[in-house]
């Protein structure tokens, strides 16, 4: 195992909660910043974590008082942001009340603008790594999270190119943890490889209101997906990001190859009444595509169409 290290979660729904469990199982101190039902459920129990074949429980400390959770971190310590990308402004003071003392800030967001928007809300640049998991994970009670599929891999990069000694100690981490841990050479375009496939996910699911195998399974839902995997794929070019020439294909093969069953996070949200995501996915591709003097209808319309909580059920 890795030398242990302190770990701060802030943000304790499904991804976060579930690395806090997986880390704390394998002998990290981890503390959630947590309130309500939730951190009473912490304080009481710890993390319960399901999968398919597994449960266990792992003891975890618990505060809303982020200076509190805070005080005994430092450099070499780890804290990861796994709030929804709309939450950040609310948790920024938290997030630099760890970055302050040195801790190394691993955002775990969709979207391509986490860091950026920590820099930009007075979080230090060099305290920030760049991070991406694929992970489907939810919080199915106060305390609880349930991995739903099989995948649990985070990768981690410098924000300029180039991998470090950070970098492979926070990879190393979640490796020795049982999850995949990378180091990246270029965390940019490991982000956007990411961003092209989930924007287009949650763009096709979320206007038909249907699973992934629905959508796939009907021309014009095929079509959809096809167009807004290219869009976002052009957007991304076009802002210099070194994607792959076989970008379109692969993702839409990786697009393919999920269970019929798949829904994206936004569409759950849409599902529940729930503020989406939509703006840092697909009205993210509307903006830049706006700046390159690209058109991306597709992606248009979804961040028009899904920006609001659905009143259908």
Known sequence: MTKPVRVGIIGAGGVGGYYGGLLARAGHPVSFLARGANLSALREHGVIVRTSDDEWTSAVHASEDAHELS???????????????????????????????????????????????????????????????????????????????????????????????????????????????????????????????LSSIAAGCGLARLQLGQVRENPLGARLLDRAVREAVAVGRARGVALRDDEEEQTLSAIQSLPAGTEPSLLLDIRSGSRTEVDVLSGAISRFATEAGLETPIHDTAALALAQPSTSR
Do not use: H
């Open 71 to 197: 005080a005994g971190f430092g450099e070499g310590d780890l804290a990861l942001v796994t709030t929804k990308a709309y939450s950040l402004t609310e948790v920024a003071p938290a997030v630099t009340a760890f970055a302050e003392r040195g801790t190394t800030i691993l955002p775990l967001l969709n979207g391509v603008e986490a860091a950026e928007t920590l820099m930009k809300l007075g979080v230090p640049r060099e305290r920030i790594v760049g991070g991406v998991t694929y992970i489907s994970a939810v919080r199915a009670a106060p305390g609880t999270i349930v991995r739903r599929t099989a995948a649990q891999r985070v990768i981690v990069g410098e924000l300029a190119r180039g991998t470090s000694a950070r970098v492979k100690e926070v990879a190393a981490i979640f490796e020795n943890a049982g999850a995949q841990g990378e180091a990246s050479e270029d965390i940019t375009v490991a982000l956007w490889q990411k961003f092209v496939f």
